[in-house]
Nanobody, 123 residues
Framework: QVQLVESGGALVQAGGSLSLSCAASGRTFSDYAMGWFRQAPGKEREFVAGISKFGGLRSYADSVKGRFTISRNNAKNSVYLQMNSLKPEDTAVYYC????????????????WGQGTQVTVSS
């Protein structure tokens, strides 16, 4: 079992940048592929980015490609999401998730979830 805690959410102006972190504890971190998802009010949770167990494969939603970067540091048991050129439509609660399988783009691919961190982008 792995426990996940996100941090870094904030209120930011459109065009700005923000970096999210997710700290993991419990099982060996490199046993898991990691993902970031987001959920806006009244909408379903959607895939944002994913990274394989040792970082060799990264996947992004089309809506964030070129603006967001996912990375991980297995020595620090952490995964990160660097978000640049933020838009109001990026406003959501951002969730970190862990999968014992390969990188997936659906919520069902992930076994463990954090509690989320709020990102609000003002226009």
């Amino acid at each position: 079992q792995v426990q996940l805690v996100e941090s870094g959410g904030a209120l930011v102006q459109a065009g700005g940048s923000l970096s999210l972190s997710c700290a993991a504890s419990g099982r060996t971190f490199s046993d898991y592929a990691m993902g970031w998802f987001r959920q806006a009010p009244g909408k379903e949770r959607e895939f944002v980015a994913g990274i394989s167990k040792f970082g060799g494969l990264r996947s992004y939603a089309d809506s964030v490609k070129g603006r967001f970067t996912i990375s991980r540091n297995n020595a620090k048991n952490s995964v990160y999401l660097q978000m640049n050129s933020l838009k109001p439509e990026d406003t959501a609660v951002y969730y970190c998730a862990a999968s014992v399988n390969s990188v997936g783009r659906t919520t069902t691919a992930y076994n463990h979830w954090g509690q989320g961190t709020q990102v609000t982008v003002s226009s």
